[in-house]
């Protein structure tokens, strides 16, 4: 199995640096973990001895126990987080959450060795699905105890196939498994794996979004009436959002999409010809905020990083990611308030199916559904209060995992006898 593992992670690699040639979010990938990477961790390492070490995927994963940064600050040393992808590393290069930023190394058992050696962490945290054999090895030869923290576990992953022996020793070597669900729990159990049920430290990070500082006339002014968020749209969403609004020209909508890639950006302005750029230089932004300029019906937000701002303007959200790749975040807009919309693939979203129980959020098929729903949110404003409520009240009901993944590093940072 290992040399499979190791064979398909080189592979990887390759490719990678293939993709390179012209992509440029690949060559980003390559670039960060080349020059002068090894001897910033060293120098990293040496002014900053004994750090306790995240690990994120993505940005994603970072909001995941970014409250949890917050809570542990430098009280079990410094703070060193690690992405795998660039999304991740650019965005949050420079927070202050954490003393050092890098990016992770090809999981290659030389390299992983090399990497933990180099760093000599106090400790270690994988956030949710970070799990890499040689990365976990490396780091229990070398008596670093590992945490894996706000973890799901679906009964079709590897873990509970019968040739995912290598991944269920894995699991074994964590000194603690932190799991969001009771489900989770449940599947670890069957496969001899021990857990803490923590919760999902995302609401500790939303729940205050509402009440952060954030103003802006223009949006305010454009958002007046009823206005549609539509938040990490891209392709089906973006199809939905077309054909409704064929039907509906009144309703308020605003687009962030997925990525700001040019090709999307593309893709949004034919199927909205008359969208109206956010960030645009032309003197619109200027003009809409006077009451005596006509506001057109759609916007386009073409501003990275503000999306969990932009939802405080919404009296409904759609989020992107539910008919193809993987539900986005729901529960940023669900603490404002507002129902949340989203497509049908949610499956390994325990939060999606327990939000539309609450009565909170709604999942759509196809776009007879979306426009039926539509139409019944808008023209019924008491249904959309009563389902905004719902799904404030369950963001609210579910604050105090971060602490309790606090306390799980606290535990784990006792097991270290430095």
Known sequence: ??????????????????????????????????????????????????????????????????????????????????????????????????????????????????????????????VKYEIWLNLIDAATVSGVPLALVAAQFQPNQIYFRWWGGAFRRALGKFHDVGVQDDLSAKRLHEIGVDSTITGDPRVDRVVGLPSEPFEDAFLARFSKETCVVAGSAWGPELDLLNNWRKKDRETRLMIAPHELSKDQLEEIQRAFPDIVSWNDHSGVHAQLTDANVPIPPNLLIDRFGILNKIYRYGSIAM?????????????????????????????????????????GAFSVKNQAEFNLLMKSLIQHPERRREAGKAARNYVVARCGAAEKTKMLIHALCAEDPS
């Open 1 to 126: 199995m290992r040399i499979l593992y190791n064979t398909a992670i080189y592979t990887y690699g390759l490719a990678i640096q293939m993709a390179a040639l012209w992509n440029p979010k690949a060559r980003k990938w390559v670039q960060g973990r080349q020059g002068s990477y090894w001897s910033d961790l060293a120098q990293f390492a040496r002014e900053n001895p004994s750090s306790i070490w995240f690990h994120c995927a993505s940005l994603g994963e970072f909001e995941q126990v970014q409250r949890v940064l917050e809570l542990a600050g430098t009280n079990y040393g410094p703070r060193v987080v690690t992405f795998s992808s660039p999304s991740g590393y650019e965005s949050r290069k420079d927070t202050p959450l954490a003393e050092g930023v890098f990016y992770l190394p090809l999981d290659l058992p030389r390299r992983a060795r090399k990497f933990i050696q180099t760093l000599k962490p106090r400790a270690g945290v994988l």
């Open 319 to 359: 989020v992107g990611g539910g008919f193809k790749t993987g539900l986005h975040n729901i529960l940023e807009p669900a603490s404002y308030g507002i129902p949340v919309i989203f497509g049908p693939r949610h499956q390994r979203f325990p939060e999606a199916q327990e939000l539309i129980d609450a009565g």
